[in-house]
Protein backbone atom coordinates (compact mmCIF):
# COMPACT_ATOMS: atom_id res chain seq x y z
CA UNK A 1 0.00 0.00 0.00
CA UNK A 2 1.21 3.50 -0.66
CA UNK A 3 2.33 5.71 1.97
CA UNK A 4 0.90 9.65 2.20
CA UNK A 5 3.70 11.92 2.48
CA UNK A 6 2.56 14.75 4.90
CA UNK A 7 4.48 17.57 7.14
CA UNK A 8 2.56 17.52 10.72
CA UNK A 9 3.10 20.09 12.96
CA UNK A 10 3.97 19.34 16.51
CA UNK A 11 4.41 22.49 18.18
CA UNK A 12 2.89 22.13 21.55
CA UNK A 13 0.75 18.87 20.56
CA UNK A 14 1.55 16.41 23.49
CA UNK A 15 3.57 13.49 22.51
CA UNK A 16 4.38 10.71 24.03
CA UNK A 17 7.43 7.96 23.96
CA UNK A 18 7.63 4.96 25.35
CA UNK A 19 11.66 4.08 26.29
CA UNK A 20 14.16 6.23 27.26
CA UNK A 21 17.59 4.64 26.14
CA UNK A 22 19.64 4.89 22.85
CA UNK A 23 16.74 3.65 20.65
CA UNK A 24 14.38 6.13 22.00
CA UNK A 25 16.67 9.52 21.59
CA UNK A 26 16.81 10.01 18.47
CA UNK A 27 13.41 10.10 18.00
CA UNK A 28 12.68 12.06 21.34
CA UNK A 29 15.25 14.51 19.42
CA UNK A 30 13.11 15.24 17.31
CA UNK A 31 9.89 15.71 18.53
CA UNK A 32 11.38 18.42 20.20
CA UNK A 33 12.81 19.55 17.63
CA UNK A 34 9.53 19.94 15.80
CA UNK A 35 8.27 21.74 18.74
CA UNK A 36 6.35 18.51 20.37
CA UNK A 37 5.48 18.73 24.23
CA UNK A 38 7.17 15.41 24.88
CA UNK A 39 6.17 13.48 27.89
CA UNK A 40 8.62 10.01 27.64
CA UNK A 41 7.93 6.94 30.12
CA UNK A 42 10.51 4.48 30.97
CA UNK A 43 11.45 2.88 34.81
CA UNK A 44 14.97 3.88 33.28
CA UNK A 45 16.69 6.45 31.47
CA UNK A 46 20.22 6.90 29.91
CA UNK A 47 22.05 9.24 31.05
CA UNK A 48 21.37 11.97 28.29
CA UNK A 49 18.49 11.81 28.83
CA UNK A 50 18.38 11.88 32.33
CA UNK A 51 20.24 15.49 31.79
CA UNK A 52 17.15 16.76 29.66
CA UNK A 53 14.41 15.64 31.68
CA UNK A 54 16.39 17.22 34.73
CA UNK A 55 16.67 20.31 32.59
CA UNK A 56 13.00 20.08 31.81
CA UNK A 57 12.96 19.82 27.83
CA UNK A 58 10.52 16.94 28.41
CA UNK A 59 8.60 14.97 30.95
CA UNK A 60 9.61 12.08 32.44
CA UNK A 61 7.87 9.44 34.03
CA UNK A 62 10.07 6.79 35.82
CA UNK A 63 8.08 4.02 35.46
CA UNK A 64 6.92 1.26 32.95
CA UNK A 65 4.24 1.99 30.63
CA UNK A 66 0.48 2.50 31.84
CA UNK A 67 -2.76 2.57 29.07
CA UNK A 68 -3.56 5.88 31.03
CA UNK A 69 -0.35 7.86 29.74
CA UNK A 70 -2.15 7.99 26.41
CA UNK A 71 -4.40 10.35 27.22
CA UNK A 72 -4.16 13.57 25.61
CA UNK A 73 -1.80 12.20 23.00
CA UNK A 74 -1.30 13.36 19.67
CA UNK A 75 1.33 10.57 18.65
CA UNK A 76 2.86 7.70 20.26
CA UNK A 77 6.58 6.22 19.86
CA UNK A 78 7.30 2.72 21.22
CA UNK A 79 11.30 2.94 21.35
CA UNK A 80 11.71 0.24 24.35
CA UNK A 81 14.06 -2.92 23.51
CA UNK A 82 11.28 -4.73 24.03
CA UNK A 83 9.24 -6.13 21.39
CA UNK A 84 6.42 -7.23 23.96
CA UNK A 85 6.10 -4.02 25.12
CA UNK A 86 6.11 -1.68 22.18
CA UNK A 87 3.33 -4.14 20.80
CA UNK A 88 1.12 -3.68 23.62
CA UNK A 89 1.49 0.25 23.12
CA UNK A 90 0.77 0.29 19.81
CA UNK A 91 -2.30 -2.07 20.20
CA UNK A 92 -3.28 0.17 22.77
CA UNK A 93 -2.83 3.31 20.38
CA UNK A 94 -4.62 1.78 17.78
CA UNK A 95 -7.80 1.27 19.93
CA UNK A 96 -7.78 4.96 20.48
CA UNK A 97 -7.10 6.06 17.28
CA UNK A 98 -3.74 7.53 17.84
CA UNK A 99 -0.50 7.33 15.90
CA UNK A 100 1.75 4.86 16.44
CA UNK A 101 5.16 4.59 15.52
CA UNK A 102 6.62 1.51 16.80
CA UNK A 103 10.64 1.35 16.22
CA UNK A 104 11.64 -1.37 13.77
CA UNK A 105 8.45 -2.80 13.49
CA UNK A 106 6.59 -2.01 10.66
CA UNK A 107 3.44 -3.75 11.07
CA UNK A 108 2.76 -2.11 14.32
CA UNK A 109 3.65 1.14 12.60
CA UNK A 110 1.45 4.16 11.77
CA UNK A 111 3.66 5.89 10.09
CA UNK A 112 7.59 5.65 9.63
CA UNK A 113 10.09 8.42 10.00
CA UNK A 114 12.19 9.11 7.35
CA UNK A 115 16.54 9.98 6.68
CA UNK A 116 15.89 13.27 6.77
CA UNK A 117 18.55 15.84 5.32
CA UNK A 118 18.33 19.27 6.45
CA UNK A 119 19.15 22.83 5.13
CA UNK A 120 17.32 25.59 7.94
CA UNK A 121 13.87 25.46 6.76
CA UNK A 122 14.73 22.83 3.92
CA UNK A 123 13.76 19.42 4.72
CA UNK A 124 14.27 16.44 1.99
CA UNK A 125 12.93 13.48 3.86
CA UNK A 126 13.37 9.42 2.38
CA UNK A 127 11.02 6.60 3.22
CA UNK A 128 11.47 3.22 2.26
CA UNK A 129 8.14 2.14 3.94
CA UNK A 130 10.23 0.28 6.53
CA UNK A 131 11.79 -2.04 4.22
CA UNK A 132 15.18 -0.77 3.87
CA UNK A 133 16.47 1.70 6.53
CA UNK A 134 20.04 1.45 5.19
CA UNK A 135 18.62 2.40 1.44
CA UNK A 136 16.95 5.43 2.85
CA UNK A 137 19.94 6.29 4.77
CA UNK A 138 22.33 5.53 1.59
CA UNK A 139 20.22 8.09 -0.02
CA UNK A 140 20.36 10.74 2.38
CA UNK A 141 24.20 10.77 2.58
CA UNK A 142 24.20 11.06 -1.42
CA UNK A 143 21.77 13.86 -1.39
CA UNK A 144 23.43 15.84 1.69
CA UNK A 145 26.69 16.17 -0.44
CA UNK A 146 24.60 17.30 -3.15
CA UNK A 147 23.47 20.38 -0.91
CA UNK A 148 25.92 23.34 -0.28
CA UNK A 149 25.76 23.85 3.50
CA UNK A 150 24.32 27.80 3.34
CA UNK A 151 21.54 26.59 1.06
CA UNK A 152 19.02 27.38 4.11
CA UNK A 153 20.28 30.53 4.28
CA UNK A 154 19.63 31.29 0.65
CA UNK A 155 16.11 29.72 0.95
CA UNK A 156 15.79 32.73 3.84
CA UNK A 157 16.42 34.83 1.62
CA UNK A 158 14.61 33.44 -1.64
CA UNK A 159 11.33 33.36 0.64
CA UNK A 160 11.87 37.37 1.47
CA UNK A 161 11.58 38.12 -1.95
CA UNK A 162 8.34 36.14 -2.81
CA UNK A 163 6.59 37.51 -0.75
CA UNK A 164 7.87 40.40 -1.98
CA UNK A 165 6.71 39.62 -5.18
CA UNK A 166 3.64 38.12 -4.18
CA UNK A 167 2.49 42.00 -2.79
CA UNK A 168 3.75 43.90 -5.81
CA UNK A 169 2.27 42.01 -8.64
CA UNK A 170 -0.86 40.82 -9.40
CA UNK A 171 -1.34 36.69 -10.44
CA UNK A 172 -0.12 36.74 -13.96
CA UNK A 173 2.18 34.29 -15.87
CA UNK A 174 4.63 36.98 -15.10
CA UNK A 175 4.75 36.62 -11.74
CA UNK A 176 4.63 32.65 -11.83
CA UNK A 177 7.62 33.23 -14.16
CA UNK A 178 9.47 35.34 -11.64
CA UNK A 179 8.94 33.25 -8.68
CA UNK A 180 10.45 29.58 -10.47
CA UNK A 181 13.17 31.69 -11.79
CA UNK A 182 13.71 32.79 -8.27
CA UNK A 183 13.77 29.08 -7.10
CA UNK A 184 16.67 28.42 -9.85
CA UNK A 185 19.72 29.51 -7.50
CA UNK A 186 22.10 29.69 -10.53
CA UNK A 187 20.23 32.46 -12.02
CA UNK A 188 19.48 34.54 -8.63
CA UNK A 189 22.42 33.95 -6.60
CA UNK A 190 23.57 36.26 -5.27
CA UNK A 191 23.17 39.77 -6.74
CA UNK A 192 22.98 40.03 -10.07
CA UNK A 193 19.18 38.20 -9.76
CA UNK A 194 17.18 39.26 -12.48
CA UNK A 195 13.70 39.23 -10.25
CA UNK A 196 15.31 41.70 -7.98
CA UNK A 197 16.87 44.19 -10.49
CA UNK A 198 13.11 43.66 -11.25
CA UNK A 199 11.64 44.46 -8.12
CA UNK A 200 14.02 47.05 -8.00
CA UNK A 201 12.60 48.74 -10.92
CA UNK A 202 9.35 48.54 -10.29
CA UNK A 203 6.81 51.14 -10.14
CA UNK A 204 3.49 49.16 -9.43
CA UNK A 205 1.61 50.47 -6.07
CA UNK A 206 2.25 47.84 -3.73
CA UNK A 207 -1.27 46.10 -3.22
CA UNK A 208 -1.67 42.35 -1.26
CA UNK A 209 -2.96 39.60 -3.48
CA UNK A 210 -4.19 36.36 -2.36
CA UNK A 211 -0.65 34.35 -2.22
CA UNK A 212 -2.86 30.88 -2.83
CA UNK A 213 -3.19 32.12 -6.64
CA UNK A 214 0.20 31.13 -7.11
CA UNK A 215 0.03 27.61 -8.33
CA UNK A 216 3.55 25.79 -7.24
CA UNK A 217 4.33 21.99 -6.00
CA UNK A 218 5.34 21.96 -3.16
Known sequence: M?????YLKLEQRRCLVVGAGTIAAPKIASL??????????????????REAAAERRFDWVARGFETADLDGAFLVIAATDQQ????????????????CNSVDDPPDCDFFYPSVVRRGDLQI???TAGKSP????????????LLEPETGEWLDALGETRLRILHQYAASEARKEALHLLARREA???????????LAQANAPSAPTEAGSEREAE
Open 32 to 49: LRAGGRVTVVAPEASPEL
Open 188 to 198: CDPAQCPVQAL
Open 2 to 6: EMFPI
Open 134 to 145: ALAQRLRAEIDA
Open 84 to 99: SVNHRVAEEARARNIL
Open 125 to 127: AIS
